[in-house]
């Protein structure tokens, strides 16, 4: 029970992060751009719903977070984190340990980010996400605190090539944000472009499609060598890969991303162009991201048991 409920804290507290900066991504980097010369406003109630989605991401990665917290300082203390941990044993964690002082620079960067995200909200609907200096500070928050997510895992602990592995695990990071992760706010897009909203441009989803995609394959790229990377760091043999548990949650993961490679490839070199000669095949790419984006969360699930999984 108790090992459950860390590893959906980890999970949950990673994916929340990774959505603080994939939904800002996708709104400046992806849709922007498109409807920049648009002037009707028929995509506001989108970009509201973005918003939205930022704050909750952001209260569940702080709840994620104080329970990760807790029971990391519940295990330092040799304490169960069911009960009321000794206020002296949590000072110790929180201010003479590095996970605890990364969690009180990170707690620093959550408040930022809500003060920052207040602001955006308080903007008129289509200002809300447009690449202007109070959007782009929001996006570089979000990174900032997803990244600082690399000194809570096995690349801080400097078993073997400590710089080279922190590096991998932040790009990492950061690149599983642009890809898997965009793919859930591409899904709610796509859904909100076919619901009903008449007055939205033509071909509006296929140069979103297109936009992401292009910027995907560099993604999947570095995601790729980053993670060979990390599991060569970290398993450092292919029998390692069989016979340890850590090896294993490895394979799986790395199953499910090749997966979600092959879709997408799919989608990119097949569907798309369809799309774009007029054929509606709407329904099975919708179908098809749908698949992709559930991969991406058992890929999130792989990642917060990984972590605390040792890889001897």
């Known amino acids: 029970m108790t090992s459950a409920v860390f590893v959906l804290a980890r999970t949950l507290h990673i994916g929340s992060a ?3 900066v994939a939904l800002p991504y996708f709104s400046i980097i992806i849709l922007s751009p498109i409807f920049a010369a648009d002037t009707i406003g028929s995509y506001d109630s989108f970009f509201r719903k973005v918003i939205k989605w930022l704050w909750r991401a952001l209260v569940l990665e702080a709840i994620s977070g104080f329970v990760w917290f807790w029971f990391v300082a519940a295990e330092m203390s040799d304490q169960p984190p069911w009960g009321l941990l000794d206020p002296a044993d949590l000072n110790t964690v929180l201010w003479q340990t590095q996970f605890g002082r990364i969690w009180l620079g990170r707690v620093a960067i959550g408040i930022a980010l809500g003060v920052a995200l207040y602001f955006v909200s308080c903007q008129e609907a289509r200002e809300s996400l447009k690449p202007s200096r109070l959007n782009r500070l929001v996006l570089v928050i979000s990174i900032c605190l997803l990244i600082t997510l690399a000194w809570a895992g096995h690349g801080a602990a400097g078993i073997h090539y400590h710089v080279l592995h922190l590096l991998a695990d932040i790009l990492h990071l950061l690149i599983g944000a642009i890809w898997p992760m965009g793919l859930i706010p591409m899904v709610g897009f796509l859904w909100y472009v076919h619901k009903g909203n008449e007055s939205l441009p033509a071909n ?5 499609l297109r936009r992401f995609s292009e910027i995907s394959l560099w993604a999947v790229l570095i995601l790729v060598v980053t993670g060979v990377t990390n599991g060569w760091l970290m398993v450092g043999s292919w029998e390692n890969l069989a016979t340890t548990t850590y090896g294993r949650l490895l394979f799986g993961k790395v199953l499910a991303v090749g997966i979600m490679i092959g879709l997408g490839a799919y989608n990119r070199f097949f ?10 095949v709407f329904g099975t790419l919708q179908k098809i991201i749908l698949l992709e ?7 999130l699930f792989f990642v917060g048991t990984m972590g605390m999984t040792s890889p001897s």
Request: proline share 4%.
């Open 18 to 20: 990774m959505m603080l």
């Open 204 to 208: 509006r989803e296929a140069e979103a």
């Open 271 to 280: 569907l798309l162009p369809q799309m774009e000669a007029g054929i509606s």
């Open 293 to 299: 984006s559930g991969l991406a969360l058992v890929v």
